[in-house]
């Protein structure tokens, strides 16, 4: 078997399988900081660009101010559908799986106060408004595949162990988190025995003997903003708000890793390793709280001027995991012996801040005709906080790799609209680019979104419809040493809001 590893960046190594568990990685933090087009069905048809438009309940996650533009009272509901596909392709070879899924991406209320006045001077109206906003959803399958390919996640083990000077009579499920990997693997003889005299850990694979790969992964859960907000509209000229997010976060990660040796591999005293299982679940809930303001001017009726600025999500998680690996042996004789090492449940507490987000909006409004609408947000990712761990970890080096991984960047939104009587066409684009500094393995990992729909109003009542596709492609490896698999993701969700003005 190999001994000598690839090249890979630290990123690469962050995201791998073997690093994901028992510590917090640059990968956790940017699920936790980066959000994407989610609520009512007008908000995401139209790509999510309503920093400058307002009068939609969803338009106070981007700008609080929009609240603001409400002329009365409503309240609405959303419920969606959602199909999401990924394939992967791994040293040539292609797999696939998909998923489906019901969600609920929004239910607000806004109240609406107009003082008894007349005039169009002054405060028109005052409003509050309360709800829920999905911003991620995480629920998805993926499958990877790999055939004889001259590397087995034994070799991570065996550097690892290694590396770290323990004999076996260091090792055990009481020495640290960080260790729990090797020892599974000493305890189901991947790492087959220990050279008392060379001190070192002997590999369960010869060199050149090659085995086939298999990585299963589900996720679930998803996040969510519980917004408070207040508005007041100041001669139909300027909009001012704020708003207080209570934010909610619910990740699980389930993975099952296989290898198994290809026929020819050679034997030691008879015996052949046969095959591993490698289990890892962990699972993070968190709550958080943000602040927004934010501002709507209107120089002329056709154009709408937005700017808003969103504080951190100052986050307190818990990180929940434990993970398996079993392992069989044979013969030339066909005995089989299987082996099995379970870790404990472990738990860690930790803090987390995301970046702070300003955003910039423009909107031209064609009266009685349509709209047309665009949202340009920086958010500085390498600005993210992991802080206040629970072993009393200040988490200064991921902070610092944090630093030196990702980049600032300016997400694009753009939506239209169309009316025609009571009916209106609407479509939207949204391009989030990659977080990641060039030279690192996911640095073309952009996402797109595409959307459309339509809605209907009548008196004081509205429904939308809207389709949703995104589409994100991205890298991870199985382990430290592997070759990168490349993934494509697409979702296509399906919204209906229904809407009830009072």
Sequence with gaps: MKKSF????????????????????????????????????????????????????????????????????????????????????????????????????????????SPYKSDENGIINFNIGFGYNRTNDFHSNSIAKGYYDNSSIIDYFHSKANSTGLNPDNLGFNSGTDIWDITMAYDTYLLIKYDDVNNEYIHSLFLGDSVDHENSISTKG????????????????????????????NFTYDAKYSEWAELNNQRDNNERFDKLYYAQFYETKGTGYNFKVGAIYNPIPSIRIGASIHTPTFYSMTDTYSSSISSEFDSSNVVIKKYSSKSPLGNYDYDFETPFKFIGSFAYIFQGKGLISIDVERVNYASMKFRNGGDGDNFSDLNMDAENTFRNVFNFRLGGEYRIGDFALRGGYAFYPSPYKSGFINDK??????????????????????YLHTVKKESYVFYSGANPVDTETKDGRFLITLGFRF
Excluded: C, W
């Design 6 to 113: 690839l090249k890979i960046t630290i990123a690469t190594l962050l995201i791998s399988l073997s690093s994901n568990l028992f510590s917090q990685s640059l990968a956790d933090g940017l699920r936790y900081s980066q959000t994407l087009n989610g609520g009512t069905a007008r908000f995401v048809s139209m790509g999510g660009a309503f920093g400058a438009l307002g009068a939609d309940f969803t338009s106070t996650s981007i700008n609080p101010a929009g609240l603001g533009v409400y002329k009365s009272s409503e309240f609405t509901i959303t419920p969606s559908f959602k199909h999401s596909s990924i394939k992967s392709s791994y040293n040539g070879l292609s797999a696939s799986d998909s998923r489906n899924r019901l969600l609920f991406d929004n239910i607000g209320i806004v109240l609406s106060y």
């Design 222 to 249: 998803g996040m969510g903003v519980y917004d408070i907000s207040f508005s007041m509209n100041v001669s139909n000229k300027l909009y001012v708000g704020a708003s207080i997010g209570i934010a909610d976060y």
């Design 445 to 466: 990992a952009n996402i797109s979104q595409y959307s459309g729909g339509v809605g209907y109003r009548s008196g004081s009542f509205s429904i939308d419809m809207a």
